[in-house]
């Protein structure tokens, strides 16, 4: 019997990097048995359309009748494995996963699933918010993620997580662990390529790069600045024009004394060891107060504070922005 290896992600583990790889050597995939397939893709390089559908969510670039018939299509073959990728899996309850190993009936699933410290996933999440136009400060993502976490993808419990896969497609799951992986400095396709058993050529390029605290909170403040002020700050790429005010000598040295200052006080409230430990607890971790998750990410850190204690520059902004001044 074949397998339908499932890459679920989830969200900020190197999804984009992986699915990029996947996509360039399709071709060699396809060769090793591994079929990586074009149905559901649409622009991306993910299967996010079989997500969606199955999600009940609109999708791009292809009718749900065309998909449907599809994803059966892929279902019928019986040549070789399937590897579909998408962080969206992630979010698919008991129920939607169910009917994805309906389709798959002849197929047994394995799930790929890259378990991170949940306390950074909250962070990362919202800087990628943040990069995107919004301005929301962190404790108000985090509150969003807390809310939502019993109904979709829970970063604080990955044992549910996974259990979730097992009883849903009835398939094993392999787990590896994105913060270890990156801190030896290991490429993330290494234990999906054991896995499969194939080989698959890693590539030192950098999708969706870090930013620094001081540098995100210029960012949202360059975003709330274009909703006051500027409509047309986004077009701009604020980006990179935050990363440019960065190299202003005092501008940097404030934002990044307040930002440590601050995740200082976090570590008076636990021990260095028990806040980096926090997000591969489950759930219980939290006790029946789960509002203490915000001693963890708190809401003084954000840049309104900053601005109320008059010590961001606005008018520097300002004029950066409206000068247009280049990241080159």
């Known amino acids: 019997m074949s397998t339908v290896y499932l890459h679920v992600g989830p969200h900020k583990t190197g999804t984009t990097y992986l699915q990029y ?7 060699s995939l396809e060769q090793q048995g591994i079929l990586y ?13 079989i997500a969606w559908f199955l999600a009940n969510i609109p999708f791009s670039n292809v009718e749900r009748s065309d998909l449907s018939k599809s994803i059966l299509k892929l ?4 040549q070789g494995n399937i590897l579909l990728s998408s962080e969206e899996f992630s979010k698919l309850d008991k129920f939607q996963l169910m009917e994805l190993r309906k389709v798959f ?10 378990k991170r410290n949940g306390t950074q996933l909250i962070i990362s999440l919202w800087q990628e918010i943040i990069k995107s136009g919004s301005t929301r400060p962190l404790n108000k993502a985090t509150e969003n993620v ?21 009883r849903g497609l009835r398939g094993e799951v392999s787990v590896f662990n994105y913060n270890n992986l990156i801190s030896n400095k290991l490429d993330l396709s290494i234990p999906i390529a054991e896995v499969l058993n194939i080989k698959l ?15 995100i909170e210029l960012i949202r403040a360059a975003n709330l600045y274009s909703r006051t002020i500027d409509k047309y700050l986004i077009r701009k790429n604020p980006g990179q024009i935050c990363l440019k005010v960065m190299k202003i000598p005092f501008l940097g040295n404030i934002l990044k004394k307040h930002v ?19 997000g591969y607890q489950s759930s219980s971790f939290l006790g029946e107060d789960q509002n203490i998750v915000y001693k963890y990410i708190p809401g003084d850190i954000m840049l309104d504070a900053l601005n109320q204690k008059n010590i961001l520059p606005w008018k520097i902004i300002k004029i950066i922005i409206k000068n247009n001044i280049s990241w080159r």
């Open 21 to 27: 790889l996947f996509a360039t050597q399709a071709k």
């Open 146 to 166: 807390m809310k939502t976490r019993h109904h979709k993808y829970d970063p604080f419990a990955h044992e549910a997580n996974i259990l979730r896969y097992k």
């Open 37 to 49: 397939p074009s149905v559901g893709r649409g622009q991306f390089n993910g299967h996010h359309n």
């Open 75 to 78: 279902a019928r073959q019986d």
């Open 201 to 215: 050529q890693s590539e030192r390029i950098k999708i969706n790069t870090r930013f620094s605290s001081e540098t």
């Open 260 to 278: 440590n200052d601050n995740f200082a006080k976090l570590q008076q409230i636990l021990t260095p060891q028990d806040f980096l430990n926090m």
């Open 105 to 114: 009936w002849q197929k047994k699933f394995h799930v790929l699933y890259f």
